[in-house]
């Protein structure tokens, strides 16, 4: 089956900290695809990153990154010196090779305090 | 940038009522999604759909739920009668076939409140 699980509910953390929000997944395949997803408290959702299963290298963009751990099943999300407007909700996503459809994790919602 | 639209963006209805959900997917994009956010909650699977037809739904997705592209270029969902809990924001998503990943681009989401 395939799942998503975001332990982490919530988090709080004052601006200019570095947070790392956790991901883990499960699947069957091996083939697969992993996302992540911003949903600023205006309420859509921006996509942030895809990664194939087949491509373990970490990724930075600015001040997000990410770190993909077959060997561990997780797929963390990293933001640097934090920013007021990066509160919001944040997703991580899987998509098995052969399915048609997204499944999202609960959420872990992000406060950050000025 | 390409976009999906939706519409409305805030429908407030009585329970028993019949709502239509409309979405405008990207033009050159095959496959189209609905997506169900319960406030508070995760984003879940409602139904997906290409060439004409549902390819997949969730168990959430009853025969009180359907689905259809009349013109070929909205993407409708119908909740025939509302019950309480249909009270949710409702994504509409779209992707271009491409080989293996599957970028789904998400529209800004209609919010239905069942009262």
């Given amino acids: 089956a395939q799942k998503v699980t975001q332990a982490q509910t919530e988090i709080s953390v004052v601006e200019k900290e570095d947070v790392t929000l956790d991901c883990v997944y499960e699947t069957r395949d091996t083939t697969y695809y992993l996302f992540w997803y911003k949903q600023p408290p205006s309420g859509e959702l921006v996509f942030l990153i895809r990664r194939n ?39 991580c996503a899987s998509q098995m090779n052969r399915d048609d459809k997204i499944i999202f994790g609960k959420g872990t919602r992000l406060h950050i305090l000025p | 940038e390409p976009e999906v639209t939706q519409t409305p963006s805030h429908q407030v209805t ?63 969902l119908k909740i025939r009668s509302t019950k309480l809990e249909d009270s949710a924001m409702y994504f509409c998503a779209s992707r271009v076939q491409t080989s293996g990943a599957n970028v789904l681009t998400f529209g800004a989401g209609s919010r239905l409140t069942v009262l």
């Fill in chain 1, 53 to 91: 299963s087949f491509d373990e290298q970490n990724e930075i963009s600015g001040r997000y990154s990410w770190n993909f751990q077959k060997s561990t099943s997780s797929f963390n999300f990293t933001i640097t010196a934090s920013q007021v407007v990066d509160s919001a909700v944040y997703f």
């Fill in chain 2, 14 to 76: 009585q329970m028993g009522q019949e709502v239509i959900l409309r979405c405008v997917p990207i033009s050159n994009h095959l496959y189209f999604y609905w997506y169900r956010q319960i406030l508070g909650q995760k984003v879940e699977f409602l139904v997906s759909f290409y060439n004409n037809e549902i390819s997949e739904k969730s168990e959430i997705f009853d025969d009180q739920f359907s689905v259809e592209r009349p013109d070929g270029s909205n993407f409708t």
